[in-house]
């Protein structure tokens, strides 16, 4: 499944590239995602734990940086992991590319996620909801984590203010049903408008 998206951080791109070198402020940026070990290489493992609903999955796995182009400002993340209850896998090429917008930085994301097991009962369409919720609170933390790096703290004092953020079920999955019903209405009750006369 191909999940496209992008967002925007009021930061220069050469800023924002520099933060995304180091990966485990990247991954405290995602709630849920947690690097339990640096093995060298461009090579981490870690854990992303999610709830959908009634279902609590925690993913055990690695993830490995392919490519990061500095030129092109392109970094490319392969990740691999099995839920920890044997429930199901998941595989997922993360592609992210950094270009100036305004006196910012657009971030525009590709995703090729691949489900098995629990997760994968779950349409497309929740899946996609889900990924664009967790890819807004991603570019709020970003944005946050490095203006307060700006000014002086450090990532330590950062983390013991904010904590580990976890992605939970209730919030989540009501942000993404409302999201399915926006859709619905738009498709249904939107077209059938009266004319402005």
């Given at each position: 499944?191909?999940?496209?998206?992008?967002?925007?951080v009021a930061q220069p791109v050469?800023?924002?590239?520099?933060?995304?070198?180091?990966?485990?402020?990247?991954?405290?940026?995602?709630?849920?995602?947690?690097?339990?070990?640096?093995?060298?290489?461009?090579?981490?493992?870690?854990?992303?734990?999610?709830?959908?609903?009634?279902?609590?999955?925690?993913?055990?796995?690695?993830?490995?940086?392919?490519?990061?182009?500095?030129?092109?400002?392109?970094?490319?993340?392969?990740?691999?992991?099995?839920?920890?209850?044997?429930?199901?896998?998941?595989?997922?090429?993360?592609?992210?590319?950094?270009?100036?917008?305004?006196?910012?930085?657009?971030?525009?994301?590709?995703?090729?996620?691949?489900?098995?097991?629990?997760?994968?009962?779950?349409?497309?369409?929740?899946?996609?909801?889900?990924?664009?919720?967790?890819?807004?609170?991603?570019?709020?933390?970003?944005?946050?984590?490095?203006?307060?790096?700006?000014?002086?703290?450090?990532?330590?004092?950062?983390a013991a203010a904010g904590g580990?953020?976890?992605?939970?079920?209730f919030t989540i999955a009501m942000?993404?049903?409302?999201?399915?019903?926006?859709?619905?209405?738009?498709?249904?009750?939107?077209?059938?408008?009266?004319?402005?006369?």
């Open positions: 499944m191909i999940i496209t998206s992008d967002f925007e050469d800023k924002v590239w520099r933060f995304f070198d180091d990966i485990p402020q990247v991954a405290s940026c995602l709630p849920g995602a947690e690097l339990t070990k640096d093995l060298g290489d461009d090579k981490y493992e870690g854990k992303v734990a999610i709830r959908m609903g009634p279902v609590r999955l925690q993913f055990n796995g690695t993830a490995d940086i392919t490519e990061r182009d500095e030129a092109a400002k392109r970094i490319m993340v392969h990740a691999v992991g099995a839920d920890e209850r044997g429930r199901g896998q998941a595989a997922m090429v993360v592609g992210a590319t950094l270009s100036p917008k305004g006196r910012g930085t657009k971030v525009a994301v590709t995703q090729d996620l691949q489900l098995s097991g629990a997760a994968a009962q779950y349409g497309r369409g929740m899946i996609s909801d889900v990924s664009a919720i967790l890819m807004r609170d991603f570019s709020a933390s970003m944005q946050d984590r490095i203006e307060r790096l700006d000014r002086g703290e450090s990532a330590e004092q950062i580990q953020r976890s992605a939970q079920g942000r993404a049903a409302r999201m399915a019903l926006a859709r619905v209405f738009r498709r249904f009750f939107l077209p059938y408008q009266p004319a402005a006369s």
